[in-house]
């Protein structure tokens, strides 16, 4: 009694055993007697128990190789980058994926190294971040080609980061700043130039229309000074008494408006009405005196005695 079961338990072990089962998405070499037997799918599969042994369950989903990599630039400078290597078993070459390589991810890491290691050098750093993706084609051309004879297929390749010794970042980022900083000088004194021409064109414009003002104000006061004189000579006043008359009336007028405003800082001098009068007679002596300079430049000189003032019979001046 003993003995059957013992029996029935190492013959329901048995069965057990002849069974097994593969998960989605994956593969199971199956091996008789240490020799490669068959590959098995997903499912419910047989074996001979004792003799058929599962060597190895493959995963068939893309998978993800993350490769650090230091390298020089072009320019010398030095900079570390991260490759991140998408690959996938073959289905229909899962026994050489499984026998030929012992290793796939350190496979995949050398060809990545030498990869990058022959590209970066021929190229500057500032290209190489324009270009990683030049650098990526090449890294999953040449793994592409390496590895499917092997039973991978590699389904993309990414260069995910691309850092550069902190002190050449430090100068990069200078380097922007100072060409930013130089970009907004160059808008700023734009604008300083376009605010300076257009005050300028203000100022001029305002010039020319205060100059016209000034000079109808002259006009007009010119023509009411006509006035004035012309009325005046109705009443028979002489046009020296006129034009006195009309002077004493400005300067009271002036000092009028001068003492209407407080803050004023204007002197006038002299401030006495006769004062108004000499002024006119030194203005009309001094225009008298222009008069003759300019007729003797002409040559209408008067006679000698006129001239010099005495008689060349008597020889008296």
Same mark, same amino acid.
Not at 42 to 69: A, E, F, T
Not at 227 to 237: A, T
């Given at each position: ?19 097994f089962t593969v ?56 900079? !570390? ?13 899962? !026994? ?25 050098p021929k ?43 902190? #002190? ?38 305002? !010039? !020319? ?30 046009? #020296? ?8 009336? #400005? ?67």
């Amino acid at each position: 009694m003993p003995y059957l079961a013992i029996f029935a338990f190492f013959a329901l072990v048995t069965l057990l055993a002849s069974f097994f089962t593969v998960k989605q998405e994956s593969a199971a070499v199956v091996e008789r007697l240490g020799k490669f037997l068959k590959v098995c799918d997903s499912g419910l599969h047989l074996k001979i128990p004792y003799v058929d042994q599962i060597s190895k369950r493959l995963n068939l989903r893309i998978q993800q190789l993350d490769v650090m990599i230091d390298t020089k630039t072009l320019d010398n400078v030095f900079v !570390k980058m991260k490759v991140s290597v998408q690959y996938q078993v073959i289905r229909t070459n899962v !026994k050489d994926a499984y026998y030929r390589l012992e290793n796939p991810e350190n496979q995949i890491t050398s060809y990545v190294f030498d990869v990058v290691r022959a590209e970066v050098p021929k190229t500057r750093l500032d290209d190489v971040f324009v270009r990683k993706d030049d650098i990526a084609n090449a890294v999953k051309s040449e793994l592409q080609d390496a590895m499917q004879s092997y039973g991978y297929d590699i389904i993309k390749a990414l260069v995910t980061d691309i850092d550069p010794d902190e #002190q050449v970042k430090h100068a990069m980022n200078r380097i922007n700043a100072a060409e930013r900083e130089k970009t907004a000088a160059e808008y700023e004194s734009e604008a300083q130039r376009i605010r300076i021409v257009a005050v300028a064109k203000a100022e001029a414009e305002s !010039k !020319k229309l205060q100059g016209q003002g000034i000079a109808d104000q002259r006009r007009e006061i010119a023509k009411g000074l006509e006035e004035s004189v012309r009325m005046l000579n109705k009443v028979n006043i002489g046009s #020296q008494e006129a034009s006195s008359l009309i002077v004493v009336t #400005q300067h009271y007028d002036t000092l009028q408006a001068i003492g209407a405003n407080n803050r004023s800082n204007l002197v006038l001098l002299p401030n006495s009405p006769t004062s108004a009068s000499n002024m006119l007679n030194d203005m009309m002596a001094a225009m008298i005196s222009v008069s003759k300079l300019e007729e003797a430049d002409k040559g209408n000189f008067p006679p000698a005695p006129e001239r010099y003032g005495h008689d060349n019979k008597e020889g008296k001046y």
